[in-house]
């Protein structure tokens, strides 16, 4: 479907509960009542969401989602998600998610996404594990109501990884026991989602602690401090990394100085190198920041 004219924003998909997905040509956003009706579909005023039909909750949930608790007005859960407790307002699921809280007004969980907790309002949970935070409604004009989930929110991550004397891991995001250290067959799903046509402020502390190895002793440790930022642009044509200082807080000469860093998969995350002869575990605490906009860069 084309933009009518006047309008920034244009219908791209209705849900399973009717529910009109608009789009601005990049990111999905929700429409005002005078942009809903324009496309021809009607407007619930009271819980503020274009339709273009109505469906039958009971009916969806028993059906498909057995182990699910929903409360609150306009919540859904997609195909596929279990385990989960959604409260609030006009908060959803995408599906195929696991074991998530959600509980504040136009929430969100990605597809895939498991073992999040999200709050707030007009947050994203896009990682695996997230505590998430929302910020708000992000409003690009006056007469257009471009109401944005992850625009601005704080993101609470945990990585690790192994590394076995002078090995060189990237820290993974909720890894489990199935997936090796040195397994090269992982994707930009195991490290932290870069979002398009943003600004992501991160604080990201470190612990290296060593558990065995012929050199050096098992329970030393080094600390580290990262700050920076990482900029992508909505093609990923401008995207950069900017980090300001790493900061060696405890200084046990296990390892040199940690970096954030790309990896050839995509996605965020932290390089860590070992050294000969000793063996680390390393624990990564992520915060990130995240500043959206719809304007290309």
């Known amino acids: 479907m084309e933009?009518?004219?006047?309008?920034?924003?244009?219908?791209?998909?209705?849900?399973?509960?009717?529910?009109?997905?608009?789009?601005?040509?990049?990111?999905?956003?929700?429409?005002?009542?005078k942009i809903c009706k324009a496309y021809g579909y009607k407007y619930d005023t009271t819980k503020g969401v274009c339709y273009a039909y109505r469906y039958n909750s009971i009916t969806e949930k028993r059906g498909k989602n057995l182990d699910n608790k929903v409360g609150g007005k306009n919540n859904f859960t997609s195909d596929g998600t279990?385990?989960?407790l959604v409260t609030g307002q006009s908060n959803k699921t995408e599906g195929l998610n696991k074991n998530i809280l959600i509980s504040g007004q136009n929430n969100t969980v990605n597809k895939n996404v498991n073992n999040a907790l999200v709050t707030g309002s007009f947050a994203r949970a896009n990682n695996l594990g997230e505590f998430v935070i929302g910020g708000g409604?992000?409003?690009?004009?006056?007469d257009i109501l471009a109401e944005t989930s992850g625009f601005f929110q704080t993101s609470f991550i945990l990585m690790n990884t192994r590394t076995v004397g002078s090995q060189s891991n990237s820290a993974m995001v909720q890894r489990t026991g199935d997936i090796d250290f040195t397994d090269t067959d992982v994707d930009v799903s195991n490290y932290i989602q870069q979002i398009p046509g943003s600004i992501q402020m991160f604080e990201i502390d470190v612990i290296a602690l060593q558990f065995s190895g012929s050199s050096g002793t098992a329970g030393t440790?080094?600390?580290?401090?990262?700050?920076?930022?990482?900029?992508?642009?909505?093609?990923?044509?401008?995207?950069?990394?900017?980090?300001?200082?790493?900061?060696?807080i405890n200084n046990s000469d296990l390892t040199p100085p940690v970096l954030a860093d790309s990896p050839p998969e995509g996605g965020i995350t932290v390089q860590c190198e070992g050294k000969t002869n000793i063996n680390l575990n390393w624990y990564v605490n992520v915060k990130m920041i995240t500043c959206g906009t719809i304007t290309n860069f």
Do not use: C, L, R, W
């Open 82 to 84: 279990k385990s989960s």
């Open 137 to 142: 409604t992000f409003i690009e004009e006056a």
């Open 3 to 33: 933009f009518k004219k006047g309008f920034k924003i244009k219908p791209k998909t209705i849900n399973n509960t009717g529910e009109v997905i608009f789009t601005d040509g990049t990111n999905d956003v929700f429409a005002n009542q």
């Open 221 to 248: 440790f080094d600390q580290f401090k990262i700050e920076g930022a990482y900029k992508t642009g909505t093609d990923h044509a401008t995207d950069s990394i900017t980090q300001s200082t790493t900061y060696k």
